[in-house]
């Protein structure tokens, strides 16, 4: 079994977090490290990889910054001293271990690849004009999403996503919103947060309202995101790039 190995990649203190290469994922290799994980892992690191202390698989933490090739020779090797064995997996099942734990446990198995962080940096700043609504730390600049952590709240296939098909991937809280109230006032932004009883919003001004829901007269949400999508306006190379980047960003 492959208990306790890839949560012990370093014996070392602290918390760091995986640098990924630039590679490309198969869905093949995904769903077939799926099935590995299934049966060799999931007893001891649980089906979220979260299951031992101070390591999350899913969310590429570990307790040092480790590389593919890293895992697979730990995967390989083991780690007696953690009481981890060694295994003899074929290369191709090395390979399906890594793209299902790069892939954030997507048993969809949807392909994707991460390019380099730096170049995807120079993207998001840059052609991609992503500071224009976000900003990588912090609240967005303009009524968008904080992606201070985007790396470890989404899974990769589900930054792509938002990338070239933010109208599918648009979650319900931000979605946009349109309040008319009772006194005549309509109020356009973000929802921030909603309750029983009151929405919380961010109009286009940036300024913030707790609005009352007996004040309200009419409540529409939006089905458009103000994102636009990036398909066909990024190279490949440049969507591995920034995908790269994006995955990066874990918080603290």
């Not at 208990?3 to 203190?13: D, F, H, I």
């Not at 589900?158 to 809280?173: D, G, H, S, T, V």
């Amino acid at each position: 079994m492959l208990c306790g190995g890839l949560a012990v990649l370093a014996a070392v203190s602290g918390r760091a977090i995986a640098q990924v290469e630039d590679h490309g994922y198969s869905a093949a290799d995904i769903q077939a490290g799926f099935k590995i994980y299934s049966a060799q892992c999931q007893l001891c690191h649980g089906p979220n990889g979260d299951q031992i202390a101070g390591i999350n698989l899913s969310r590429q933490r570990f307790k040092r910054v480790v590389s593919d090739d890293d895992i697979k020779a730990t995967v390989s090797s083991g780690i007696v001293s953690a009481g981890m064995p060694a295994f003899r997996f074929q290369p191709a099942e090395l390979n399906s271990i890594v793209a299902f734990i790069r892939s954030g446990f997507d048993t969809s198995g949807t392909p994707f690849k991460l390019g380099d962080a730096a170049r995807g940096k120079a993207v998001f700043e840059g052609k991609g004009g992503c500071t224009a609504c976000h900003a990588p730390q912090g609240e967005g600049r303009f009524n968008a999403p904080s992606l201070s952590a985007v790396g470890a709240a989404r899974q990769p296939v589900e930054i792509q996503r938002y990338i070239l098909e933010p109208n599918k991937a648009m979650l319900p809280l931000n979605r946009p919103v349109s309040i008319t109230l009772k006194d005549g006032r309509t109020l356009k932004g973000r929802r921030l947060n909603e309750d029983s009883y009151s929405v919380q919003l961010r109009d286009e001004t940036l300024r913030l309202h707790s609005i009352a829901k007996a004040d309200i007269k009419s409540y529409e949400l939006g089905k458009t995101s103000n994102m636009p999508s990036y398909a066909g306006k990024l190279s490949d190379t440049e969507l591995a790039d920034l995908l790269g980047y994006l995955t990066s960003l874990k918080g603290s």
